[in-house]
């Protein structure tokens, strides 16, 4: 038996038309329950960051924190933080000297990820010198914590989520009336291609909210906060703090152009589907042209579980999918992603 999953487009999104949507399958592996649709919910994992970003911003705009204020001063615990010399870089996309120095310390895929006490890691290298995919935007939802004195979810459900009629997006699901009628199990594809259910690696309730990671979400719901992207802030920020998050960060882009060449390939193929990529804040950026699909500026990004997004401000496109699927970045989804691109252009003419 396949796997639900959920396609859905919006384009030009001051029209709000709808491209393409598809809802599939069951919200139980076994295929009993309720059939998935666009308001099933899902856990987001690293979607969730690009949520974090616009909050980010919106505490910018407050006047609560600047981009360039030293975090150390609100958050004492990153004030003097260790820097792992001792390890010989390795070739993963997540810096390999950290993974040991988390192993050293009995980091275990037992570890409660849901507490930001897991995330007290050593950096890699200074600040500003290279480029690691780590819990960076974790912190910064800690940071607009500290500054609001509010949690991470109550400053997005004021702050966002009110303002766009999202109302299933949570980093706390079993406060949701609707989440066990909803909720969507989550899978394990086996090489013969059949399936199993998995617990969600992130438990429920979840410590802290963690703004890298932690978000339950709906396709309609976050393709709705896309949709707000790309129409420049809408009522949420400005656009220039838009603007902000879709710039490139990097001062050099060579260590996240090197996972082409080293790491999983499937991690690759996931962030550099153009020739050159750069990071803004929390998505990576396409700085060329895919051939059929996305132009130079777009943004995107993923969840563990075989969620992906991306955004077209040029085009005036982004897209979702949903498959709650392990094993991460699994081959047939990101199959099917390219085929979604691509038939999303193809239809638009672009």
Request: glycine letters at 8%; hydrophobic letters at 40%; proline letters at 6%.
């Amino acid at each position: 038996m396949e796997k639900f999953w959920i396609i859905e487009m919006i384009t030009k999104g001051v029209l709000d038309r709808v491209l393409h949507s598809i809802p599939y399958g069951t919200q139980n592996v076994d295929g009993s329950g309720d059939a998935v649709t666009e308001r099933s919910m899902f856990w987001c994992a690293s979607m969730t960051k690009i949520v974090t970003a616009v909050a980010v911003m919106v505490a910018v705009e407050k006047g609560l924190v600047g981009l360039d204020d030293d975090v150390g001063a609100i958050l004492p615990e990153l004030a003097e933080p260790d820097i792992i010399v001792g390890f010989e870089d390795g070739n993963d996309a997540v810096n390999s000297s950290v993974k040991r120095w988390a192993e050293y310390h009995n980091h275990t895929a037992t570890t409660d990820v849901t507490s930001r006490e897991t995330y007290h890691l050593p950096l890699a290298f200074e600040p500003g010198k290279s480029w690691g995919y780590g819990p960076g935007v974790d912190w910064a939802g800690c940071v607009v914590e500290k500054v609001s004195n509010q949690k991470l979810g109550d400053f997005m459900q004021e702050n966002i989520f009110q303002k766009l009629g999202i109302t299933a997006t949570t980093f706390h699901p079993e406060n949701h009336p609707l989440f066990n009628a909803r909720r969507v199990e989550l899978c394990q594809r086996a090489p013969d291609g059949s399936l199993s259910t998995i617990p969600v690696p992130y438990t429920i309730p979840a410590k802290d909210d963690l703004g890298g990671i932690g978000l339950y979400s709906t396709p309609k719901e976050f393709t709705r906060f896309l949709q707000m992207i790309l129409r420049s802030g809408e009522n949420v920020l400005r656009p220039e703090s838009i603007n902000t998050i879709l710039s490139p960060q990097l001062e050099c882009n060579k260590e996240i152009n090197a996972i082409r060449d080293r790491g999983p390939k499937i991690m690759s193929r996931l962030v550099n589907p153009g020739k050159v990529i750069d990071m803004g804040l929390s998505a990576s950026i396409n700085l060329d042209r895919v051939p059929g699909a996305r132009y130079p500026g777009s943004i995107s990004w993923a969840g563990a579980a075989n969620a992906f997004w991306w955004l077209d401000m040029k085009a005036g496109i982004c897209g979702t999918l949903f498959m709650h699927s392990f094993p991460p970045f699994d081959i047939a989804a990101l199959d099917l992603l390219d085929e979604l691109e691509a038939a999303a252009y193809k239809i638009e003419g672009l």
